[in-house]
DNA sequence: TAAGGTACTTACTTATGAGTAAGGAAGAAG
DNA sequence: CTTCTTCCTTACTCATAAGTAAGTACCTTA
């Protein structure tokens, strides 16, 4: 709204994509999702609430989410070792962001009906 | 807002991963923001307005689009052939979720500031 | 000295999406 | 009867993401 030089389609296109490049892996939205309303949980707690993650898939997306600004690892020197994740202030913002697009996923049954095109119930054909 | 049965982190990230399927595909936001705003354009349009798109690649994501429910195929009958597309009701119904990704997104380097972590421009290192 | 728990790393394999190149149908125009 | 246009298909290769399995470091407890 206040300085928004240009935008074609293109360069509008290109901002969405490197805005999707956030939440793109696997694994993210399931572990933004378990972190999200504040939650903070270690590296084995989040293994337990993921049971079908592997170790090695866990870590990098939490390091690639970390390096995005999405998480923050908090490291406590001890031992056994003790590391805890949590979201940043921008990565809980993405909550309504993602709201927005649910929203625009349930309308497509209202709006298929009146489209006669994809059904939500696919026949076998 | 109304019947959410119940929302657990699990099938909150289900849910916004199926959502988010619609638009995976490396030229899916190009074409959809290529039809933004009720444009209508023939298949050759669409290949000269995205020199980089291969035809097989240009055809797969239409397709995938159309199935969707995003644009919709209009056929005239002719020769040489012609070939219209546009995007449906839900698919102009986009909008608003990328543009609250596009939001989050230009957050992040306000938010970055203050925490200590994703520089906006990466050093050497 | 041996076992055990937490948080990782490394090497390897597999599946999927994207890209390239070529061909085909269906008439109209020359 | 050959060529042109438009829209679309098919066969193949390649790069990347994801998955599997095993190993490492650290210090504590028995």
Do not use: N
């Not at 079908?52 to 990098?60: D, V």
């Not at 949590?86 to 298929?112: F, H, K, M, N, V």
């Amino acid at each position: 709204m206040s300085k928004e030089e240009e935008l074609t389609p293109s360069s509008a296109a290109d901002r969405v994509e490197e805005a999707l490049k956030f939440l793109e892996g696997r694994w993210k939205l399931v572990i933004l999702f378990r972190l999200f309303g504040g939650r903070v949980l270690h590296f084995s707690e989040l293994e337990k609430a993921i049971p079908a993650i592997s170790q090695k898939m866990l870590i990098q997306q939490l390091r690639q989410m970390e390096e995005d600004g999405i998480v923050r690892r908090i490291v406590h020197h001890q031992v056994p070792p003790k590391v805890e994740y949590c979201l940043t202030d921008w990565g809980q913002a993405l909550c309504p962001a993602l709201d927005a697009l649910l929203q625009w996923a349930a309308a497509r049954e209202l709006i298929s009906e009146t489209d006669a095109k994809a059904p939500p119930v696919p026949s076998i054909s």
